[in-house]
């Protein structure tokens, strides 16, 4: 695993962009691009990284940015990874979509579904905060049960998509999870991404200061918490291998994970959230290890 140390100095988004104050997604944005380096071409659709970018004519980032429409991210990848194939450059570039959960789980999955469906060689990132929080908090299908949006005012009914499995589903070579409160994570499943032939795909839990309601101060502790808790266990899925990251392995013993409440208490969007809710949380987690478990032990 990377080290403090390992990780280069450049800095490949410039200072004073639009983000939020404690915006997660931008320390997964910075990491990543140190990761993947200069020779890098980035098509994002709308979303709170469109913000980030900055307006038109402007670019807060070192390296090439391609807007696309919010269903097209997938395409758009497929496009530019076709043009430098053309040019023979598709061995010198990293050409990586950039997508939050709307434009990934929704209204972008075709388009996903398609692009690695024809094993284009792109990585696909959600950076996943659980809204459509650039317009306003509606509800997303990565939303988690009894969170509040604009639109589940009482808080959501349902589960949220498992975008991971979803795209491991179609039997590409690499899938990971990760989230912005472990950066060197992070790295190293970019670092693997890169060195990986084919479609790739990483989805990150992103924390949201206003669409959660939480101190932005609190944005690492947060994304910790929901490693803690066993909410969001952190993997990989190597040419069908899985692999349980190194930051998660001690939450195999459900004695060492922290209650699920510390996770919801601290977010206003849970204010409404049951006990029978809170209960189903529990079961959740604990079906969700117990595959891991079985996963880990058949091989």
């Known amino acids: 695993m990377v080290k403090l140390m390992d990780i280069p100095e450049e800095e490949y988004i410039y200072p004073g962009t639009r983000a939020c104050a404690g915006c997660s997604m931008a320390l997964i944005y910075r990491i990543a691009l140190k990761a993947l380096g200069p020779k890098t071409i980035i098509t994002v659709p709308a979303s709170c990284l469109t913000v980030l970018h900055g307006m038109q004519g402007f670019c807060t980032t070192k390296v090439s940015v391609l807007h696309t429409p919010f269903a097209t991210t997938g395409a758009s990848a497929s496009g530019i990874v076709a043009s430098l194939e053309d ?15 709307g434009g990934t789980v929704d209204i972008g999955i075709q388009s996903l579904s398609g692009a690695v469906e024809r094993g284009t060689n792109f990585i696909f990132v959600c950076y996943d905060n659980e809204a459509y929080m650039n317009t306003g908090v509606q509800r997303s299908g990565s939303t988690p049960p009894g969170a509040f949006s604009t639109t589940t005012p009482n808080g959501k009914v349902g589960y949220k ?62 994304g910790r ?11 990989e899925v190597i040419n069908g291998k899985f692999i349980l990251s190194k930051d998660s392995k001690r939450f195999l013993d459900p004695t060492k ?3 699920i409440e510390e996770y919801l208490k601290i977010q206003k969007r849970f204010r409404t959230v049951s006990d029978s809710q809170i209960e189903n949380y529990r079961q959740y987690i604990s079906d969700q290890w117990e595959s891991i478990k079985e996963r880990i032990e058949k091989k």
Not at 180 to 199: C, E, H, V
Request: proline share 10%; with cysteine.
């Open 225 to 235: 918490l929901a490693v803690q808790t066993g909410f969001w266990p952190l993997y």
């Open 161 to 222: 998509k498992n975008m991971a499995k979803i795209m491991e589903a179609h039997g590409i070579p690499y899938v990971a999870t990760a989230i912005s409160s472990y950066p060197l994570d992070i790295y190293d499943k970019f670092k693997n991404a890169q060195n990986t032939y084919g479609p790739k795909y990483l989805h990150i839990l992103a924390p949201c200061p206003p669409g959660w309601g939480y101190n932005p101060k609190d944005s690492i502790e947060i």
């Open 87 to 101: 040019k023979g450059l598709a061995d010198d570039v990293n050409v990586v979509a950039f997508a939050g959960d």
């Open 257 to 259: 994970r922290k209650p």
